[in-house]
């Protein structure tokens, strides 16, 4: 819901029902209501919101159950440990809650809260432009209520603690983490008195919730420039706190005149080409934590530095960053794994000695991620040098047409092969073991080589010659017929023509 703002008259013009009908209870019951906060930041910037939350200098509670009876038979969500309340409108969430004032133990960020006046709720807000009121009550509807000139820090795109930052960021340390967040979201800078009092304060950051801090992440990481944001968190030394494996990726070593990119500069740089490609969260955080190995394999060989195998172990970082982050452990973060161990093998398909099956093999490991790899490796391009960067894109314009003609030809997007692990165990009297999973590979390989068909004939007649030779097994039951196997899904022609 949009409403407009003169800014001669420092007055919102606000025609929908929802505040005409708050302003009729708010004067019958006596009391003062303000919309307050984000929605009022947002309306003058011209941001599309459908928050909205309203003060009440008395009782919040109250008077949202007088409100939602007055619009309708509207279900009300009481939080009277919060003094809040909250209700569904039309597509609009609205919360009310009492004016108060609030005071900190050093020891947590959750206040000591007693009942306040507007001046008082105000002051206790983050920024100067959060700070800010519109009058409800007829005598002055439609008022704006600036007393820390956060109109004047919009216009001049500043984000300003409304009293003392180093007491404010010490208070509640989260407050650190949302002006970053805010400044990159809105692409506004950062005042310096508020900025030095995030170095100062950096360490409280310690007494925040896990969950909280990565939900600013997760924010930051959706921006349209999430790097302003990162470059915050390292330069303030938040980072090295809440991300000591990103922080790690920072800085330049020198060995016989010889320097490496910074690899965390360059890890943002590809987050923001990614950005302007995808708004998918977890490509974005693949293309952050892509290079996360790098400072475990750097090695120079008297030439240059090289970072051998650094995809193999940042792919197995993942789980243990995702879990201290207290990202979800699901197919989100197997997705995000996948990706960082992928990600170098489409640029060497470049080259005369490349066959077939190097596309055939990726195009089945990466399966129906196969799009998001190729836009990571395409953001992977951060040089600054016109000739090698063309270079670059030339050979990866290559691989993306070949890696098309080849699935185009064999339909490879989700196969499987036509033999399983549960009938190797069947055949051979087996149990789950690594001989089982050589076995299967051993077919998987023949496959995608061309060495053999795909067919359930062929691959099982291969699985039999390669289980005798390799491992001197027999079979102990009779080959079944294609079609009346016990897992039929399991031996369909999956659609790879063979070569």
Do not use: C
């Amino acid at each position: 819901m949009q409403a407009k703002f003169d800014i001669d008259t420092g007055n919102f013009d606000l025609n929908h029902k929802i505040f005409k009908v708050i302003s009729e209870v708010a004067d019958e019951q006596g009391v003062e209501v303000y919309v307050i906060g984000g929605w009022v930041r947002d309306q003058i910037l011209g941001r599309p919101s459908d928050d909205i939350d309203f003060v009440v200098v008395g009782s919040g509670i109250d008077i949202a159950k007088k409100v939602a009876r007055r619009l309708g038979r509207i279900k009300v969500f009481v939080f009277r440990n919060f003094g809040t309340a909250m209700f569904k409108y039309e597509n609009m969430q609205i919360e009310f809650v009492g004016a108060r004032k609030e005071s900190y133990r050093r020891d947590s960020r959750k206040p000591i809260v007693e009942n306040g006046t507007l001046q008082d709720d105000l002051n206790r807000r983050d920024f100067t432009i959060n700070a800010m009121a519109i009058s409800l009550n007829k005598a002055t509807f439609g008022k704006l209520i600036d007393p820390f000139n956060g109109l004047e820090d919009l216009k001049n795109k500043i984000i300003r603690t409304p009293l003392n930052p180093d007491i404010t960021f010490s208070d509640d340390p989260l407050r650190m983490l949302r002006a970053i967040r805010f400044a990159t979201v809105l692409d506004f800078e950062i005042h310096q008195q508020a900025y030095q009092a995030i170095i100062k304060n950096r360490e409280r950051i310690k007494i925040v919730s896990q969950e909280r801090i990565t939900e600013e992440l997760n924010k930051i990481m959706m921006a349209s420039r999430p790097s302003k944001g990162w470059k915050l968190l390292y330069d303030t030394g938040l980072l090295e706190i809440i991300f000591p494996e990103l922080h790690k990726l920072a800085g330049v070593d020198y060995k016989q005149g010889v320097s490496h990119k910074d690899i965390f500069l360059h890890s943002i740089k590809v987050l923001d080409n990614v950005a302007q490609k995808s708004n998918n969260l977890w490509l974005r955080w693949a293309a952050l934590l892509h290079d996360i190995g790098k400072p475990y394999t750097k090695r120079f060989d008297g030439k240059t530095w090289t970072f051998h195998g650094h995809e193999v172990v940042g792919a197995k970082m993942i789980p243990d960053i995702f879990r201290r982050l207290k990202l979800p452990l699901n197919e989100n973060m197997r997705y995000v794994q996948k990706l960082v161990n992928l990600h170098h093998r489409p640029m060497q398909l470049v080259g005369d000695q490349v066959t077939d099956s190097g596309f055939r093999r990726l195009i089945v490991d990466a399966g129906e991620h196969l799009e998001d790899l190729l836009i990571l490796v395409e953001s992977d391009v951060t040089t600054k040098y016109d000739e090698i960067r063309q270079k670059i894109m030339n050979n990866f314009k290559y691989v993306r047409q070949k890696l098309k003609e080849i699935e185009e030809k064999d339909k490879l997007r989700n196969w499987k092969p036509p033999i399983d692990g549960h009938l190797i165990m069947k055949t051979f009297g087996l149990k789950p073991s690594r001989v089982v999973g050589e076995i299967k590979d051993a077919v998987k390989d023949a496959i995608l080589d061309g060495l053999i068909p795909n067919d359930f004939n062929a691959a099982f007649d291969y699985m039999l010659k390669i289980a005798e030779e390799k491992y001197n097994l027999k079979p102990v039951i009779a080959k079944p017929e294609q079609g009346k196997a016990e897992n039929q899904e399991d031996f369909r022609d999956n659609g790879l023509k063979s070569n």
